[in-house]
Structure formats: C-alpha cells, structure tokens
C-alpha cells in the first residue's frame, strides 16, 4: 500500500505524508531491514521493466522519508539508506547510468544527516558518492546536474571532520562558485537560491582571508537566497534562511554588536514561525539552539533575564535533541547548557559551575577527540575556564584540572589550523592565569592571543583581550606592557565605533571603554611618555562634535540628497508642532524663560522630541562619516602643535582621570604637563557638580553669591599659582581644551594667587573642545579668507518684545557699523525663524541678542527663542543648515554655551553648533546672564574689535572695561537715553492715537523706558563698580579662532 500511494500519487508528500502519520508505530529501524530484503528478494523475480518501476518507487519512497519532519530522524534515515541501496541493484552505473548518478546523490545527502554511525565516515562516505556521481555529471553533457552535485559536494565539506578545516572551507567555496558559472538566478532561480545559502554557511564558517568580509558576504548571500526564497513561496527554505541569517549575524564582526545580536533574535523568531515543534521537531529545536546562543551573547535588555531565556532555549531544544535521538545535537546543546551556567547570575556561583561542568562532561561523552576532534577542543577549552573559577574545595586541583583541559584545546586549537579559537583559547588561559595571580604567564597569553585579535579584524576580542593584558599589566606597575594592551583596545573600540551607523550607539561604546582611555594616559604618564598621553587624552574628546564637524566639511557645498531632504521636512515638521505647542502655552509663564532645563515643557512636548530624536538618528544613519564612508583620523603632537601659530600661545589641555587631574601645557616647541593629585572624577568633577552646576539649576540667586568662593578653591584644586609659575613664563594667549564639567567655569575669573588678579588679566583666553575641533576652524579659515573691513554684519534683537536692553544693544552697532534695515531682525514682528535663516545665510558676522535656553537633560533642544517659535541645536546640526561665509557669531543670549557633558566630554551646545555649521569664532556664554550688562558688554567689545583686537583680546578688554565701568560712566549712557526717550515721545505725537505710525513710536518709547528704569536700578545701588562682580562679566567665553 505505500509504494502504491508513492506510485500513484507521483511521490506527493501531501499524499504519502499522512499515510506515514498514520502509520508512525511501525517506521523503526526494523522497517529499514525489512524493506531491504523483501525489495531484493522481489526484484529478483521481476523482469527489466518491472525491476525498474520498483526501483523507482523505492527511490523515490525514499527521498520523501529522507524529508519526513515526524518519527525518529535517525530510523527515517536509515530507512532512506536502505532503499537508496535497493535502488542501486537496478540502477548500475552500466545500464542507468544517470539514474545511478542521482541515486549517489541522494544517497550522499542522507549520509550528511546521518545520525547512526560516526559523524566524520559518514561524511567521508557522501563525498566519495559525490565523486562517482560526478563522474557521470560532467560539466560538458549535464551541466546543471554537475552544478548541483558541486553544491551537494560543498554541502559536504563545510561539515566535514577529517581533513584540514581550512582547505575543506576553500574547497566548499571554490565549487559552489564554480557552481554559479551554470545555476545562474535568471536560469536556475530555485537551484541559485539553493546554492547562495550553501555559500553563505562556507562564508561565515571560513577561516582563511578577512574574517569581516567574509561575514558581509555571508550576511549578502542570504538575502540573495531571501529574494527567491519567500515565506509564502518556499516557507521552509525561508526559514532555514532566515536561520544561516541569523547564525551570520550573530558571528558579525562589522557594525554593532548589541544591533547585529537584535538582526539574529529576529532572524531565529521568524524562522521559529515556520519550524514549529509539531511539524519540523529538528529545525524547530536547531532554532531553539541558536536563539539561546543569541540571548546569552545579548547585549540590550536585562542581562540576568537574557541568560534564563537561553537556559529556557536549551532545555526546549533537549526535548528534541535527546542524546538517542539526536547524540551529535544534544552533545552540542549540553556544551551550550554549560557555557550559560558559566555566566549564569541567578543562583550561587559555585551551583552555576557544578551544572557547567556536568553539562560539559555530557557533552564530551560525544564529543571525542578521536570522533569530534574540533568539538571535543572546545568543549575542553569550556572544562579550562569553569575548572578555573571553582573555589569549591581543592584550589591547588581545580587549577591544575583547568590548565591541563587548555593544554587538551590546544592540542587542536592550533595558531596555523584555527588561529581565531587558538586565540580564545589563550585569552581563556589569561583570565584564568590573572585570577590566580600568575600575572606574569597571563601578560604573555594575553600577548600570544592579541597576535590574532588584530583590531581591524577582531574589535570585540581585541578590545576585551586588549583591556585584560593593560588592566593586568598596570596592576602590577609594568607600564609598557599596559600601554601595549591599551593602545590595541583603543584602536578596537575606535573600529567598532566606526563600523557603527547610529549616533548613540556610537556614543556608548566611548563611553563603555572611556576608563581604557584614563588607564592608557595615566600608564603613559606614569612611563614617562608625555606625548603619547597626550594623544590619547585627545583621542576621547569629542568625538560626536568631531563627526558632525567632519560632516559639515564633507558635504559643504553639495546637493542634499532626496533621502535627506525627506528627513529633513519630517524634522522641520515636528519643530513646528512643538513651537505651536509652546505658543498655546506662553501665557501661563509657570517656568522661567531664561532658565536651563533639565526637561520638556509638558508631556506632549516631550512625545514630540522623541519622535524627533527618531527622525535625528536617521539622519544621522545617512551621514557619510556615520556610515563608515569617511573616517577622522587623529591628530599627533606635532599636528597640533601647528595650530599654535604664535610662540607666546600655549594650549592647555585639562584631563580627568578616576584618581587625578592633568594638565597638558603645549607649545610650539615643547610640551610639559602638570599634574592636580588628588583631583579626580569625583573629588573634582563630582565636586564642581555638586557645588557649581546643581546650586545654578536649584537656587540661582545663592549661587551668583557663592561664585567668588567656589572659583577661589577651584584654584587651588587646580593648582593655577603653581601652574603660571612653573609652566606658562613667557605665554600671553592660552588655548584652553577643558574636560566633562571644566567645560562650565568661567576660567578668566579664576584668581591667579596675585593680589586682585584673575587668569583673563593675566593671559588672553579663548576655548576649543577639542585639538581636532580648532583644526576644523582653521582648515575653514584656510579655505575662505575674509577683508574685515567687507565683512557684512547682521543682528537679530529682541525677538519677543521684552529685553529694552537687547534692542538698544542692537541699536547701537547698527550706529557702529552702519548695518542695514534689512540686515537687522528686531522685535516680533521681524525676528521669525525663517528670517533668522535667511540672515545668517546672508552676512559674515552675526550678532543676536535675544532669549535662549539650555536643556541639560536633551541638550539638542537648546533653543534660541524666536517671535514664531524656536532654532534647536539639533535644527542647527542638520544638513540644511551650512553657513560656510559665517566669519564670527555672537551669542548675546543667555546659556549658549551651558551643557553637561558626559564622561565623552562631548559638549553640545548652541555655541559648538554654530561651530558646526560653518563658523570660525563664536562669543557665548556660560549662564544666564543680565540683560544691561550685556548690552554693555557686547559694544564694548565691538568698540575694541574695531580698535584692531582680535577677538579674544577684544574679550578680554571687554571684560576688564565692565568690571572697572562705574556708575559715573553708566550716568553718560542714561543721559543719552533720555533724550532718545524724550524724541521718542516727539515723534509719537505726531501721529493720531491708535494709527500704525503711533503705535510703533509707543512700542520703541516703552522699550526706552524699561531701559531708562534698569539704569535707574544700577544707578540706585551702593556700589562705585556695579558690574565688578564675575556673575556679569565672566559668562562670556570665545570658542574657535582669534
């Protein structure tokens, strides 16, 4: 009855199939038997033909038991085999000689799953089926037959045990392509797909050439597979697909780890959609089996939670991988059970590493040397390191066991057969060395690994074994062997930085490895090595500046994609909508304006961000710098040391690492360095928080009051007495390069030691984030030269009708530089967004004195308030903002260079992103600063510029000028305001009440007067000086060129 249902359905599984279901008791391994010697006693007695259709059928019953997803994979095999033999009676080589070839064929093919048997002779077996195939397929008579016993034939070697792996791989890979010479995707579509999965699994298996191009051609052959092989089309090749796909991703070396892990889960669950237990049992626990392996190499979510979900993963795969059933996948899965316990966190430890090595142990009940060589090394490799952390009871013991079950991997785990598991290996032999303080024998193994784990190659292991051989060197004082682990984990994090599209990503892997560059300065350091310190202090600041800056340089001057344009427009939308947000509630005036936040306004507000922080990421995604296009290299001393272009300038470089803080003093010619003991992340930077940036946020008023103290024994925390005295003889301008909260203080008003001196009487000052970034500004510089006297000014003032002070501060450098009407944006009816675009698109130097707000906790929503709405830092730091004419920029507002940097020490304020769009200097400020002060400071420092200083001479003078501004020079000014004021009422006059012409005159003559009452308030106080004290006069720093 079943050949006759295999006969006269034509082999339809839809018919065979449930047949078999029914009949599931009875295929056993008996079945193979019987069928074997009742087939070849019957085609004895049948004549030619007859022999050949029960040959046929038998052929054909089985290629469908072969595929059986139900009963014992392992019987439903052997049942295959045998008929395949029976098949073979017929079908000879002499009279059917192609029949007998494809009889071969399948024959290898059952080989391959074979669970019976040993593994290696049975593959050994398939291949030697395939060359006698292929004997008959030859590529000149059948050359699609010959192409796709090539690709049985690679099917094979990728598995095969005996031999060199290595070779193996290559000459799996070598026949597949040759394969595609014929199977060709217009041709062959099914077979080509076939084919593509095949290479994707010799690709991500390969051991020669580059690891992380074979993976991308890995990851690319099966979406070419995928493109054939659709869920609806081909569900099961779809999801043995998507299964190699996440098997390739999980292996990625190239892009983000935590990202790459995420593709894999959801390559393994969709495949699992397919390969339910009931109908694939094998392919649903092979799932199981990966997607366990995923969640315990999971980065994101909860990491606790990710282990249970595998351990959960494993034991569902035992259910079908029991060791009868399935002996080689249940060997595996238990080597899978027992690396989880390892880094299992719920239980005891010491109850973990009792079910690691039982795990273990099973495993190598299959897995020998003699059998499984490969897997029976890895699995000893697993003993080595859980041996090595069990403290149980005999110390001495379980380190000996640990050492000898390496010494075993390494027996097959050899440099020139399998370098990449020889080197996971050694840095398993180094963690278990360094935790038993053989230090010495843990250095050289974790110098041995580094030999494979370039970082170009390997960035994750050459990160992780780089930080282990510098963290294990520098605990025991040898510093050059530090700097040798540092400097590989260094260049590792950079690659993976590099490879990596998202712009937070980005951000936090700096940040996860930011101690690797605080040991690497602090071993140069301590080994004498000045400059490299240095370098490397550099090398940690901010990089997400660097990258947008690199960006602006890039693609200045060029078209803006269509993509682009399309986020840009969702961008813009969304500021749209909170700007009318904010306008629905401006009358409620429940917060200060000119405060820093440290969150949105309300909920709605704040749903919007998010969705902008979307839209900003994938903006980001299509930056050519984001996506590995271009790469910023950094700068060496001697490179930086061209930036100083005068012999009295010197750069100083702030550097906080967990114990203290350095000082790098660069010069033209030489670089010495200074070191604050003691002064460390929290003794400093926790410090300056504590009691600088908290009481501005919580209690301004206290603060403005406690400004004199706090900067005093900031002094003396940063040692600048012995600084100017020992290093600076003979410098007059000081770059300053700050670091994480450094970047907050107001370094001129900092008290040199000297009677009644700060450090801006002393030296002149001006700011850069980064060594890179000032490089930037002066490639820019370079590139476009500007005649100061045609430099054309613009002013954006007073934008929401309520700082008198910002618009006769406008006022007056209207006078100044003769700037006209249509070059100044004053009060609400002119100062609207797009107005502010079109200016600074237009002139060389903007000047704006209206509101701004720093937001701490979401610094790209800084704004500078506008009549219609905002210009968010992050608006500024998109590609549609390029302003490369933009010489200087003046922020006469409050908190545009207010931020909290993190330990990156990235500083994204609305200061840095003028920076970004194209400006060589701008002139910001660190608080919130008084509005008639303000005003004074600004055309004080404008008379200066005009005088023929630089701009931060110009500061500096401007600074000194209003500390020393006395109420006698204030009562000149109020003077000419009042007759201003006394026109004003002239002009109104002239007018009916309630026309146009009157209004406008009222609207100028009450600013005038809210001036004239700020004035009088001044002029009121006690004090002789009343800007003399540094909350009016030191918010002002200048970024960028002089």
Not at 420 to 441: M, R
Not at 675 to 697: A, D, H, K, R, V
Request: glycine residues 4%; charged residues 20%; proline residues 3%.
């Amino acid at each position: 009855m079943l050949l006759q249902a295999v006969s006269s359905s034509h082999a339809d599984p839809q018919v065979v199939y449930p047949f078999l279901q029914a009949n599931l008791d009875k295929i056993d391994d008996k079945f193979s038997c019987c069928l074997k010697a009742w087939a070849i006693d019957m085609l004895i007695e049948e004549n030619l033909i007859s022999a050949e259709i029960l040959a046929t059928d038998i052929f054909n019953f089985s290629n469908l038991i072969a595929e059986f997803p139900l009963g014992s994979k392992a019987s439903n095999i052997e049942i295959a085999i045998a008929g395949y033999e029976v098949a073979q009676t017929v079908f000879t080589p002499e009279a059917f000689s192609q029949e007998w070839a494809m009889t071969q064929n399948t024959l290898a093919a059952a080989y391959i799953q074979r669970i019976r048997g040993y593994k290696a002779e049975n593959i050994e077996i398939a291949i030697t089926a395939l060359q006698e195939a292929l004997q008959v397929f030859n590529k000149q008579d059948l050359p699609t037959e010959w192409a796709m016993t090539q690709n049985s034939l690679a099917g094979a070697y990728i598995k095969r045990i005996q031999g060199d792996k290595a070779e193996n791989l290559e000459m799996a890979i070598t026949v597949l392509q040759a394969a595609l010479e014929i199977i060709t995707e217009k041709a062959f579509v099914q077979k080509w797909a076939t084919i593509q999965n095949n290479l994707a699994v010799a690709y991500r298996d390969r051991i020669r050439g580059n690891k992380v191009e074979n993976l991308e051609l890995a990851i690319a052959a099966c979406k070419s597979a995928l493109r054939v092989f659709t869920k609806e089309a081909f569900p099961q090749e779809w999801a043995e697909t998507q299964n190699n796909l996440g098997n390739s991703y999980r292996y990625r070396i190239k892009g983000d780890k935590a990202e790459n892990i995420e593709l894999a889960i959801a390559c393994y669950q969709a495949a699992a959609k397919v390969f339910s237990q009931t109908d694939y049992p094998q392919g649903w626990a092979d799932v199981k089996n990966n997607l366990g392996l995923a969640y315990l190499e999971r980065i994101q979510k909860d990491k606790e939670q990710n282990i249970e979900l595998a351990i959960f993963a494993f034991e569902e795969a035992c259910q079908i991988f029991t060791k009868e059933a399935f002996p080689n996948e249940w060997a595996r899965t238990q080597n899978n059970l027992g690396i989880t316990y390892l880094d299992r966190i719920c239980g005891t430890r010491l109850e973990n590493l009792d079910l690691a090595i039982i795990s273990l142990q099973k495993s190598l009940q299959i897995f020998t040397k003699e059998f499984y060589p490969i897997n029976w090394a890895m699995t000893q490799m697993n003993l080595g390191i859980c041996y090595g952390e069990h403290f149980k009871e005999d110390y001495t013991n379980d380190l000996e066991l640990a050492i000898t079950a390496f010494q075993f991997a390494l027996q097959i785990r050899t440099q020139e057969a399998f370098p990449e598991d020889w080197a996971l290996t050694h840095s398993n032999i180094d963690h278990i060395y360094n935790l038993h303080g053989y230090f010495t024998k843990a250095i050289e193994s974790f110098q041995l690994a580094l030999t494979v784990y370039q970082h170009n190659i390997f960035p994750l292991d050459c990160f992780i074994t780089g930080r282990n051989l510098g963290n294990t060197a520098f605990s025991n004082d040898n510093w050059d062997k530090a700097i040798q682990g540092y400097e590989a984990a260094i260049d590792a994090v950079e690659t993976s930085r590099n490879w990596v599209t998202s712009e937070s990503r980005r951000q936090e892997i700096i940040e996860e490895s930011i101690d690797v560059y605080q040991n690497m300065v602090q071993a140069c350091i301590n080994a004498g090595q000045i400059e490299k310190a240095f370098e490397y202090s550099e090398r940690s600041r901010s990089k997400r500046l660097v990258d947008l800056m690199a960006s602006y340089n890039l693609s200045k001057g060029e078209e803006i994609p269509p993509k682009f344009q399309e986020l840009l427009q969702q961008y813009e939308a969304l500021q749209w909508q909170i700007d009318q947000e904010r306008q629905s509630h401006k009358s409620e005036n429940n917060r200060s304006d000119t405060r820093a936040a440290w969150e949105a306004y309300n909920e709605a507000i704040a749903s919007l961000e998010t969705q902008k922080q979307q839209v900003w990421e994938n903006l980001r995604r299509e930056d050519p710098v984001l996506a590995g296009e271009i790469q910023v290299n950094p700068l060496s001393l001697s490179e930086i040391q061209k930036l100083i272009d005068q012999p009295n300038t010197a750069i100083l470089s702030f550097y906080t690492t967990n114990s203290d803080t350095h000082i790098f003093v660069v010069q033209q010619n030489q670089i010495t360095f200074h070191t604050c003991t003691g002064q460390g992340l929290y003794t400093l930077q926790g410090w300056i928080s504590q009691n600088w940036l908290l009481p501005y946020m919580n209690d301004s008023q206290k603060w403005e009051t406690q400004i004199n103290s706090i900067l005093r024994e900031l002094a003396k925390r940063l040692q600048i007495s012995e600084l100017i005295y020992q290093h600076l003889e003979g410098v007059e301008e000081l770059i300053l390069v700050p670091h994480i909260l450094l970047h907050q203080i107001p370094f001129a008003a900092l008290p040199t030691g000297e009677y009644q001196e700060y450090l801006g009487d002393k030296f002149i000052i001006r700011y850069t984030p980064s060594c890179q970034i000032l490089e930037f500004c002066q490639q820019r510089d370079n590139v476009g030269k500007f005649n100061e006297i045609s430099l054309q000014y613009g002013t954006v003032e007073d934008a929401e009708d309520n700082l008198p002070c910002a618009r006769f501060e406008g006022e007056q450098l209207a006078k100044m530089y003769n700037i006209p009407p249509e070059n100044r944006l004053i009060g609400s009816s002119q100062a609207t967004s797009n107005k502010y675009r079109q200016l600074a698109q237009q002139v060389q130097v903007l000047h704006c004195c209206h509101h701004a707000q720093s937001r701490l906790d979401n610094p790209l929503e800084s704004q500078l308030k506008l009549a219609d709405g905002s210009i968010t830092l992050g608006q500024l730091m998109t590609p549609s903002w390029r302003l490369p004419q933009l010489v200087e920029v003046f922020l006469s507002c409050c908190e545009t260079n207010l931020g909290t940097p993190s330990l990156t020490d990235d500083i994204l304020t609305l200061s840095t992103g003028f920076l970004c769009v194209g400006a060589r200097s701008v002139v910001s400020t660190l608080w919130s600063v008084n509005d008639l002060a303000t005003a004074l400071f600004s055309l004080f420092y404008y008379q200066h510029r005009q005088e023929g200083k630089n701009r931060p001479e110009a500061l500096q003078k401007a600074q000194i000028q209003l500390r020393k501004f006395t109420k006698v020079d204030l009562n000149k000014i109020f003077q000419e305001v009042e007759v201003r004021e006394k026109e004003l009422i002239g002009n109104r006059k002239k007018y009916p009440s309630g026309s146009i012409e009157y209004e406008q005159w009222k609207l100028e003559y009450n600013m005038y007067t809210k001036l004239n009452r700020r004035i009088k308030e001044i002029e009121n106080s006690t004090q002789q000086f009343p800007f003399s004290l540094p909350h009016y006069w030191a918010a002002f720093i200048c970024h960028g060129l002089r």
